[in-house]
């Protein structure tokens, strides 16, 4: 038996010994059986009782979670709904070394939507297994998923610095760039960002530094907080692809400008509830007046505005950079590529255009 092999059996049996094997409402919200979740949810199963998420199976004998992190794992999110509604919590402490948070079950299970809905209802980026210390960025980049996630998550603050064991790795505590050297051969794209992360934030300014943005004939300086300047990013008019594409590409931009280390960017959730709040339709939103209006009510220093669409087969980039104080255009961008790889490393090089490196 390998090392990772033993290491699954081992903990497999030291939780079922603990009463931990899996339960009916675990097993239906893992396998996507909703009107049965709705069932045993009304006070026949526990709802925030960690557990296996299935009993047979190698994945069974790692996933370990609440009835709502099962049901991440696979993308129900209207399970996920209906368990909240229930009244099951979107984190929970649990001292078992084989825990993974609902957050980082979305992750490992690869589900976009379920991430988001989880960081909408409030589950924390920051949450630890306080054995292994591992969060839902370490599971991302372990467990290979894709590089959006890894994207996303960066963007919403997830600390990518915090050192998580893998045992079955055979190391010790190692941050999510040191993880991404040995899932390299899983999962080259994501170990290139993380690197890309790790070498824009060694290259950052000092806490405190004033930051800039270009500007014709020169740079200006942007006082906000800690020296950076506060900056959102609009969604993207659509012209010609879906909205759900440049809704992507605009989270590569806030992802992009995170990474740089130089701006303070409102994340897509705060930015939504503050529009929602205000009763503000950001729809169709590229003009320089009505990013003054966005820009005013989100107390913003600047915003992106611009749009995705095709030409000549290519995908291309078109964006601005709106003072809200002035109202004026200090910076405008184009970012091409054929392909989804290529569109994403344009993204990347136009987001440290933009902050001068």
Request: aromatic share 6%; net charge neutral.
């Amino acid at each position: 038996m390998n090392r990772t092999a033993g290491m699954i059996v081992m903990l497999a049996g030291v939780a079922a010994l603990a009463g931990c094997a899996s339960s009916p409402l675990r097993k239906a919200a893992f396998t996507g059986e909703y009107s049965k979740v709705q069932e045993l949810a009304d006070g026949r199963g526990a709802l925030d009782e960690a557990g296996f998420c299935c009993d047979t199976g190698a994945l069974c004998a790692e996933l370990f979670s609440t009835p709502l992190g099962c049901a991440a794992y696979g993308g129900h999110v209207e399970i996920m709904k209906a368990l909240i509604a229930k009244g099951a919590k979107v984190d929970v402490e649990c001292d078992d070394a084989s825990y993974a948070s609902p957050l980082a079950c979305a992750v490992w299970g690869n589900h976009r939507e379920a991430v988001e809905f989880l960081l909408t209802n409030g589950a924390r980026l920051d949450y630890r297994n306080p054995v292994t210390n591992r969060t839902p960025l370490s599971y991302c980049v372990y467990k290979g998923s894709n590089r959006d996630i890894a994207r996303l998550l960066l963007a919403k603050g997830a600390d990518p610095t915090v050192k998580a064991k893998f045992p079955e790795l055979g190391y010790g505590a190692r941050s999510v760039v040191r993880i991404s050297e040995a899932a390299r051969k899983k999962a080259p794209d994501i170990a290139a960002l993380m690197e890309s992360y790790a070498t824009s934030a060694r290259n950052a300014p000092p806490a405190g530094a004033a930051s800039t943005l270009p500007v014709a004939g020169g740079l200006m300086a942007s006082p906000a907080e800690g020296g950076k300047s506060v900056i959102a990013v609009a969604n993207l008019g659509a012209e010609a692809v879906s909205a759900s594409d440049a809704a992507v590409v605009a989270d590569w931009i806030r992802g992009g400008l995170v990474a740089t280390g130089v701006f303070t960017v409102v994340e897509k959730n705060n930015m939504d509830k503050v529009l929602a709040e205000q009763a503000f339709q950001q729809t169709g939103c590229t003009s320089e007046e009505c990013a003054v209006k966005l820009g005013k009510i989100l107390n913003v220093n600047h915003i992106v505005v611009g749009s995705l669409g095709k030409f000549m087969g290519a995908n291309v980039l078109n964006i601005r950079v709106v003072e809200v104080e002035t109202g004026r255009v200090i910076y405008a961008d184009k970012a091409k590529g054929n392909t989804a790889d290529e569109m994403e490393s344009a993204v990347s090089a136009l987001c440290n255009r933009m902050a001068g490196k």
